[in-house]
Protein backbone atom coordinates (compact mmCIF):
# COMPACT_ATOMS: atom_id res chain seq x y z
CA UNK A 1 0.00 0.00 0.00
CA UNK A 2 2.60 2.66 1.21
CA UNK A 3 4.61 2.10 -2.29
CA UNK A 4 1.59 2.23 -4.43
CA UNK A 5 1.19 5.65 -2.38
CA UNK A 6 4.53 6.63 -2.98
CA UNK A 7 4.72 5.20 -6.64
CA UNK A 8 1.26 7.14 -7.34
CA UNK A 9 2.56 10.85 -5.61
CA UNK A 10 6.19 10.41 -7.44
CA UNK A 11 4.15 10.03 -10.91
CA UNK A 12 1.81 12.86 -9.89
CA UNK A 13 4.37 15.05 -8.97
CA UNK A 14 7.01 14.60 -12.11
CA UNK A 15 3.80 14.91 -14.38
CA UNK A 16 3.35 18.34 -12.60
CA UNK A 17 7.28 19.50 -13.17
CA UNK A 18 7.00 18.85 -16.57
CA UNK A 19 3.98 20.88 -17.15
CA UNK A 20 5.60 24.00 -14.99
CA UNK A 21 8.93 24.14 -17.24
CA UNK A 22 9.28 26.75 -19.48
CA UNK A 23 8.65 27.00 -23.04
CA UNK A 24 11.67 26.49 -25.39
CA UNK A 25 13.14 29.80 -25.84
CA UNK A 26 13.02 29.37 -29.87
CA UNK A 27 9.08 28.73 -29.11
CA UNK A 28 8.25 32.39 -29.20
CA UNK A 29 10.32 33.83 -32.43
CA UNK A 30 9.03 35.33 -35.26
CA UNK A 31 10.34 32.84 -38.32
CA UNK A 32 10.24 35.56 -40.80
CA UNK A 33 12.87 37.80 -40.14
CA UNK A 34 12.74 38.99 -43.68
CA UNK A 35 9.95 41.50 -45.73
CA UNK A 36 10.24 38.65 -48.50
CA UNK A 37 9.20 35.71 -45.75
CA UNK A 38 6.63 37.84 -44.52
CA UNK A 39 5.15 38.47 -47.57
CA UNK A 40 5.57 34.72 -48.58
CA UNK A 41 3.61 33.78 -45.24
CA UNK A 42 0.88 36.29 -46.49
CA UNK A 43 0.41 34.33 -49.81
CA UNK A 44 0.47 31.03 -47.93
CA UNK A 45 -2.90 32.37 -45.20
CA UNK A 46 -4.91 33.23 -48.35
CA UNK A 47 -4.18 30.40 -49.87
CA UNK A 48 -5.63 28.64 -46.65
CA UNK A 49 -8.51 31.14 -46.52
CA UNK A 50 -9.70 29.64 -49.57
CA UNK A 51 -9.12 26.04 -48.98
CA UNK A 52 -10.96 26.09 -45.47
CA UNK A 53 -13.50 27.92 -47.22
CA UNK A 54 -14.41 26.14 -50.04
CA UNK A 55 -13.78 22.33 -47.82
CA UNK A 56 -16.44 23.96 -45.21
CA UNK A 57 -18.78 24.78 -47.82
CA UNK A 58 -18.55 21.59 -49.60
CA UNK A 59 -19.64 19.91 -46.15
CA UNK A 60 -22.70 22.16 -46.12
CA UNK A 61 -20.70 24.74 -42.64
CA UNK A 62 -21.29 27.52 -44.86
CA UNK A 63 -20.80 29.94 -41.59
CA UNK A 64 -18.15 27.99 -40.29
CA UNK A 65 -16.47 28.35 -43.50
CA UNK A 66 -16.85 32.13 -43.70
CA UNK A 67 -15.26 32.46 -40.10
CA UNK A 68 -12.55 30.21 -41.11
CA UNK A 69 -12.16 32.77 -44.49
CA UNK A 70 -11.99 35.58 -42.48
CA UNK A 71 -9.85 34.74 -39.75
CA UNK A 72 -6.99 33.65 -42.43
CA UNK A 73 -7.66 36.51 -44.58
CA UNK A 74 -7.10 38.80 -41.55
CA UNK A 75 -3.76 37.16 -40.72
CA UNK A 76 -3.12 37.16 -44.45
CA UNK A 77 -3.35 40.73 -44.43
CA UNK A 78 -1.05 40.91 -40.77
CA UNK A 79 1.41 39.02 -42.85
CA UNK A 80 1.55 41.17 -45.90
CA UNK A 81 1.55 44.16 -43.74
CA UNK A 82 4.62 43.34 -41.86
CA UNK A 83 6.20 42.50 -44.44
CA UNK A 84 5.37 46.08 -46.58
CA UNK A 85 6.47 47.54 -43.35
CA UNK A 86 9.95 46.37 -42.92
CA UNK A 87 10.43 46.49 -46.91
CA UNK A 88 9.67 50.39 -46.74
CA UNK A 89 11.97 50.66 -43.49
CA UNK A 90 15.18 49.13 -45.69
CA UNK A 91 14.81 50.90 -48.46
CA UNK A 92 14.26 53.96 -46.40
CA UNK A 93 17.65 53.20 -44.79
CA UNK A 94 19.35 52.52 -47.89
CA UNK A 95 18.00 56.18 -49.76
CA UNK A 96 19.46 57.66 -46.29
CA UNK A 97 23.05 55.94 -46.66
CA UNK A 98 22.93 56.83 -50.53
CA UNK A 99 21.64 60.40 -50.11
CA UNK A 100 24.31 60.62 -46.94
CA UNK A 101 27.07 59.49 -48.96
CA UNK A 102 26.32 61.96 -51.96
CA UNK A 103 25.95 64.77 -49.61
CA UNK A 104 29.52 63.79 -48.51
CA UNK A 105 31.03 63.73 -51.95
CA UNK A 106 29.51 66.85 -52.86
CA UNK A 107 30.73 68.51 -50.19
CA UNK A 108 33.99 67.39 -50.35
CA UNK A 109 33.89 68.46 -53.82
CA UNK A 110 32.84 72.08 -52.83
CA UNK A 111 35.66 72.17 -50.40
CA UNK A 112 38.24 71.10 -53.14
CA UNK A 113 36.83 73.38 -55.86
CA UNK A 114 36.57 76.30 -52.83
CA UNK A 115 40.83 75.66 -52.51
CA UNK A 116 41.13 75.96 -55.68
CA UNK A 117 39.36 79.63 -56.18
CA UNK A 118 41.00 80.65 -53.09
CA UNK A 119 44.36 79.48 -54.39
CA UNK A 120 43.69 81.03 -57.95
CA UNK A 121 42.35 84.21 -56.09
CA UNK A 122 46.09 84.30 -54.32
CA UNK A 123 48.08 84.17 -57.42
CA UNK A 124 46.11 86.37 -59.26
CA UNK A 125 46.63 89.11 -56.24
CA UNK A 126 50.06 88.36 -56.06
CA UNK A 127 50.37 89.03 -59.74
CA UNK A 128 48.14 92.37 -59.66
CA UNK A 129 50.02 93.13 -57.43
CA UNK A 130 53.83 92.90 -58.62
CA UNK A 131 52.12 94.59 -61.84
CA UNK A 132 50.79 97.57 -59.35
CA UNK A 133 54.40 98.06 -57.52
CA UNK A 134 56.81 100.41 -59.33
Known amino acids: MKKSIAALSFLVMSSMMLGVMPAPAFAGQNANKSAKGEMKQGGKEAKNAGKSLGTDVKKGHVA ?7 KHTGNAAK ?3 KGTAKGTKTAAKKTANATEGAAKTTGNAAKTAGKATGNAA ?4 KTVKKAVTP
Open 122 to 125: KKTG
Open 79 to 81: HTA
Open 64 to 70: QGGKDFG
